[in-house]
């Protein structure tokens, strides 16, 4: 089964709004990681959070262990934000087996 | 700071061709990564190293070779190109559970 679930699959925004994106992970993790993707372009970490919350900037990332669980929060989109994030994690069998969601597609319109 | 190169940007085949991909670092990571991205369907791991000479399967691993050279250099080998196969090959590296990303190439089987 899929190990990592994104949602929303995609979403649009008027410029200005805020996005909460979310992480859900179906088996026990060491840690996670966000990425931004452009269309065509390769992955730009954002943020690697293994626990708790991170901000950089506009962006925030909290993950939850325990709840398998992260959430990457946008503020005050701009549309330089459109793109693709991607979530992945760590799983904690033993050896570096990592697992990707399928992604959130954000578009940010002016 | 680092860099990951990969080489060829774009790779066009013929059905049944043996192709290499090729991806440099020089984080000095212990750790490299081949994954595949295919649309709609997210990240796959093929391959990954944790040193020089290892190498380890990941869940797509079959009609694939790898091959760890040196530390900096990791490289991939579609054994027999499918025919219409389009997808982009992405390379990484870590030190910890933190990865980086290269550019990607491009393959195209005519």
């Known amino acids: 089964g899929q190990q990592v679930q994104q949602s929303p699959a995609s979403l649009v925004l008027q410029e200005g709004e805020n996005a909460e994106l979310q992480c859900n992970f179906s088996?026990?993790?060491?840690?996670m990681q966000w990425f931004y993707q452009r269309p065509g372009g390769s992955l730009v970490s954002l943020f690697y959070n293994p626990s708790g919350t991170k901000q950089s900037g506009r962006l925030t990332s909290t993950t939850v262990i325990k709840e398998r669980r992260s959430s990457l929060h946008i503020s005050s989109s701009q549309t330089t934000d459109s793109g693709t994030y991607l979530c992945?994690?760590?799983?904690?069998?033993?050896?570096?087996?990592?697992?990707f969601g399928k992604g959130t597609s954000l578009t940010v319109i002016p | 700071g680092g860099i990951i190169t990969q080489t060829p940007k774009f790779l066009i085949g013929q059905e049944g061709q043996k192709l290499t991909l090729k991806c440099q670092q020089n984080f000095n990571h212990d750790t490299m990564y081949w994954y595949r991205q295919d649309s709609g369907k997210g990240l796959r791991l093929i391959y990954y190293?944790?040193?020089?000479?290892?190498?380890q399967k990941g869940d797509l691993s079959e009609g694939y070779d790898a091959s760890r050279e040196k530390k900096s250099s990791f490289s991939l080998t579609v054994t027999s190109a499918q025919k219409n196969e389009m997808a982009v090959f992405l390379c990484a590296s870590s030190r910890t559970a933190e990865q980086y990303f290269g550019p990607g190439t491009r393959l195209t089987v005519l």
């Open positions: 088996t026990s993790l060491n840690s």
């Open positions: 992945a994690m760590e799983g904690n069998t033993g050896y570096q087996n990592f697992y």
């Open positions: 190293s944790i040193t020089e000479n290892d190498l």
